[in-house]
């Protein structure tokens, strides 16, 4: 939060105002870009640039789980005050990042098995197959293709396709919500102007990038237009909540108190394990394995550059943030 000599309450309080502000208009204007593509060709999920777009943002997601996120649930769950005697040498971040990414995975096979199984005995094994050709799958279905592999050759047209789309993107909304609130609260009860300011430019970039990858998901998973406002509407309002609610509980608050670095540890390091997974499996990997990126040369060194050029900037935004 700063040294005592640093606060300043009243520019402070202008500082979140600007933060606030900054904010609304980064997370509306990166979540809108994607979902022009229902208005705009170019940025139609089959186009270069949405897929590009789409690279980049994974990327972000990618790097803010394991540079911002991660950093920030081991830094409160290794914090001095806590003491030694509450786990000892244990990872605890660790070990609850990765209980998050297992659960995801196993929340995310169990609702696609489940739609597979409704639609199988409503419609028939056959129709499923006929389907499926007809869809254009690049996979050789057998009696036991289940699990992560069979749904990544699927393209995304067909109807179980949508109903990934549909967890992923609801997964990944309530995950970047919950990070978000976080985010605002800390950002809120500091009085230090020299942390606020770094803090409005970082949150301002996550926010808009954080906001690419979401309207991506979203659109992919072809939501009805009212589902679709809705997620948007709490994904750009969360930060700023949270930096109000931090300021009401400003003069209440205590950063260094054994439950608010637990809580603050636990949600960060459960964030980070989801955001780390869905990038790398739910993202990039199914992206990866599309005909367009497979077939074109050209679209795979687009991605690469895409990926690691974001991967980059975001690990040296870590330096501000």
């Not at 967890?167 to 995950?175: K, T």
């Not at 300021?247 to 603050?264: A, K, M, P, R, W």
Request: net charge negative; charged share 15%; hydrophobic share 50%.
């Amino acid at each position: 939060m700063g040294n005592a000599d640093d606060n300043n309450k009243t520019e402070a309080l202008k500082l979140k105002l600007i933060a606030v502000t900054s904010i609304l208009v980064a997370g509306a204007f990166g979540i809108c870009v994607p979902l022009l593509g229902m208005m705009f060709e170019s940025l139609r999920p089959e186009s270069n640039v949405f897929f590009v777009v789409k690279f980049f943002a994974a990327g972000v997601i990618l790097a803010i789980g394991f540079v911002h996120v991660f950093a920030d649930a081991n830094e409160s769950l290794e914090n001095p005050c806590l003491g030694d005697k509450a786990w000892g040498d244990f990872s605890l971040g660790n070990f609850v990042a990765m209980l998050a990414a297992v659960m995801v995975m196993m929340v995310e096979t169990a609702a696609t098995n489940w739609f597979r199984r409704s639609h199988y005995n409503n419609n028939g094994a056959n129709h499923i197959r006929d389907e499926e050709k007809h869809e254009g799958h690049v996979h050789v279905h057998t009696h036991t293709s289940d699990g992560h592999a069979h749904v990544h050759m699927q393209d995304s047209g067909s109807s179980e396709g949508f109903l990934r789309h549909r967890i992923i993107s609801q997964v990944l909304e309530v995950d970047i919500l919950i990070r978000s609130a976080i985010i605002g609260l800390s950002l809120g009860v500091s009085v230090s102007p020299k942390t606020i300011k770094p803090l409005i430019v970082a949150i301002s970039f996550h926010q808009i990038f954080e906001g690419m990858g979401l309207g991506s998901c979203i659109t992919e998973a072809k939501f009805k237009i009212r589902t679709i406002a809705t997620m948007s509407i709490f994904f750009t309002l969360t930060t700023p909540i949270g930096i109000a609610l931090g300021f009401g509980i400003s003069n209440t608050y205590d950063e260094n108190s054994h439950t608010t670095l637990i809580v603050q540890g636990v949600l960060n390091a459960t964030s980070a394990g989801i955001l780390i997974y869905m990038a790398l499996v739910d993202l990039l990997a199914m992206d990866f394995m599309k005909v367009k990126v497979r077939t074109s040369t050209k679209c795979q060194i687009l991605t690469f550059i895409s990926i690691l050029l974001d991967v980059g900037c975001m690990s040296l935004l870590a330096i501000w943030a």
